[in-house]
C-alpha cells in the first residue's frame, strides 16, 4: 500500500532574525522559540541540512514533514537562545551571516549555562550600533561560529560582507554590480578563511535582487540563491536561484504548525499564496 505524501511535495524554508527576549517586530521570543522547535521535534519534523534542501530540488526525494530553518544576519541572540535550544531538542539550522560585522573574542554564555548572560538589545539599536561600527555586542564571534558548527545547530553561509543595498548606494547599474561584486569576492574570502569552505547557498541583503544580481551571485559561484518572498512553493525541479522563505512570527507551535501547511500543502498550498498575492495587488 503506498503511503500518500510519504515524500515531501515541497519544502517550507523558515526565516528568523532574531531568538531574544529584547521584543522587535521581527523577533521571536526564547519560549515562543523553544514551543516551535520542541513542537517541530515531537510531531516527526525533520530539519535538512543545506545539502539535503540542494538535492531535493535536483530531484531527490525527502520525508514528508522535511523543513530548511534558516537565520539571517547572525545577532548574537542567535547564539545565545536558539544554539541552545536547538541542541536541547536536536534540530538544525542555517545563519546566513555578513562576514565582515563578525569579531573575535572568546565566545560568551549562552541560555543554560550558569553564568550571567550578555545584554539583549531591540533589533533597531542593535542595527544603529552595527552601521555605528560597535557590532560586537550584538553580532555573533567567529568563537561562537565554530562552537555552533562543531555542535552541529547551525551551518554557515553568505549574507555579503557589510549587508549593503549598493541599488541605493552608488553611481549607476555598473556601479552597483561592481560594489555587489566586491561583497561576494569578500564575503567568500572571509568565509574561506575562517571556516575552511564556502558553500553555494547565499542569501540577498534585505531581500533585495534584479536578474543582472542574479547572474552575478551565479557567476560567483552561488547558485542557491534566498529571497525574503513568501509566496511561492520550494518544490522538486524548482529555480534554485529563487528560494521561498516565509517569516516566522513570535507565535507557538500551533501557528507555525499552520503555517507550515499552508506553505508545503500540494492543494491549499498554492490556493493560498495566489489568494495573499491578490490580497496584496487589490492594495497596491
Ligand atoms: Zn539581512
Redesign the pocket.
Known sequence: MTIPFKHAHSVPVLMYHHVSPAKDMITTSPENFERQIRGLAKNGYRALSTQEFADFLSGKPVAAKSILITF??GYLDNWVYAHPILKKYNMRATMFIVTGVIGDGPARPVWGDKQALPEMIPHKRAKAMVEAGNADPVMVRWSEVHAMRQAGTFEFHS?TDT?TRWDRNCENRQDCLDRMSVELLRSREVLKNQIGSVSEHF?W??GYFEDDYVKLAQDHGFRYLYTTIAHGQNVAGGDPAHIYRFAVRNRGFYWLCQRIFLASHPVIGPLYNRWKLWKRSKRA
Do not use: K, L
Open positions: 539571517d544576519d549574507h549587508h542569501c541583503p534585505q
